[in-house]
């Protein structure tokens, strides 16, 4: 079955399903695709043993088609998701070659992934009986026109010059950029067109606060409120390395104020030389007084590594910033009063 790689979701939705699938990069796109498929593949029924199938590549292409042959019970149709696999080797994917042409009719198999090698002869012939998708990251012009089509699809109207405020105030990030449509729509109420005033009051402000409250709690060393906060940055999709780059931003404002201090300067000289207010900068000179230069050179070690398994490894964002914050804030202090 030839599929065109538009809006895939909508065919799903609407019923047409194709017999095979392959869906792969960004995040928040795969994950809707897959949630629609168990939706439309299971007709509504939680998952089961009797009709679902979760496997990864290790399965190979014998666990695989032996999943995808299995008759349904109790319902029409099986849904086979295969997590990984980007793991599959050309010769494993060539053996599932005969099934992508003549596919089980009461199957729907589903590989999820990193990554594909379009070049390879199984994608070629995936494409003509079956769907293959590749979501690329947004890029940053590209995203005014993605928050105006997710708009529509959530049915939330958008005055003029409103999806470039988003698109600043949020970023690139696609999972990030739909909750923020979603709890801007909460915030201006229902069937209320969202004006480029309300993105500043909730996004920008809201996101400023947060940053705000996690790098002081990691310089006070308050462990508890740190982590809080950091999870209620990650359910609102903030995104892992920005959250680095705050963090980092704000360990070089404390290295700084601690040399600065050590040299005798006076806390409105400090407040000029670290870009910070005059009325917060006694605060940023009590967290810096905590750090040894050991412990700072130690923080930015963690601060590099947390950014480049961010980027590499497999274990999530949150795993890896927990781990993180955690280090940066060994002694787990009772949270403190707010700045």
Same mark, same amino acid.
């Given at each position: ?49 009797? !009709? ?41 994917? !060539? ?120 790098? !002081? ?123």
């Amino acid at each position: 079955m030839k599929r065109g790689q538009g809006d895939i979701v909508a065919e799903i939705e609407a019923g047409k399903l194709a017999p095979v699938y392959y869906v792969c990069g960004e995040r928040f796109p795969v994950e809707r695709v897959v949630a629609a498929l168990r939706r439309a593949a299971l007709e509504g029924q939680e998952v089961s043993d009797f !009709n679902f199938d979760g496997l990864d590549a290790s399965a190979g292409a014998d666990g695989i088609l032996s999943a995808a042959r299995t008759v349904p019970m109790l319902g029409r149709r099986r849904l086979v998701q295969v997590r990984d696999a980007h793991q599959l080797g050309a010769e494993e994917l !060539n053996k599932l070659l005969d099934y992508v042409r003549d596919p089980a009719p009461f199957t729907c198999l589903l590989f999820v992934a990193d990554k594909a090698d379009l070049r390879l002869k199984f994608f070629t012939e995936l494409k003509k009986h079956g769907v293959v998708q590749r979501y690329d990251p947004l890029k940053e012009r590209q995203v005014p026109g993605w928050v105006a089509d997710e708009a529509r699809r959530q049915k939330v109207k958008l005055r003029p010059g409103a999806a470039e405020r988003i698109a600043d105030a949020v970023g690139t990030d696609m999972g990030q950029l739909s909750s923020a449509l979603e709890r801007l729509s909460l915030y201006v109420g229902p069937g209320k067109a969202i004006r480029g005033e309300d993105v500043d009051d909730l996004l920008a402000q809201t996101r400023q606060r947060s940053i705000f409250e996690l790098t !002081n709690a990691v310089g006070r060393g308050e462990r508890r409120e740190a982590l809080l906060v950091l999870r209620r940055m990650l359910q609102d999709r903030e995104p892992g390395v920005r959250i680095v780059a705050m963090l980092a931003r704000h360990l070089r404002q404390l290295w700084s104020a601690k040399a600065l201090s050590g040299r005798g300067a006076d806390p409105q000289a400090i407040a000029s030389q670290i870009g910070v207010h005059p009325f917060f900068v006694r605060d940023i000179i009590g967290q810096a007084a905590r750090f040894s230069d050991e412990k700072l050179a130690q923080t930015h070690g963690a601060l590099y590594d947390a950014d480049r398994r961010l980027k590499s490894s497999r274990l999530s964002d949150a795993a890896v910033l927990e781990q993180l914050v955690l280090g940066l804030c060994p002694e787990g202090r009772a949270t403190g009063p707010g700045r």
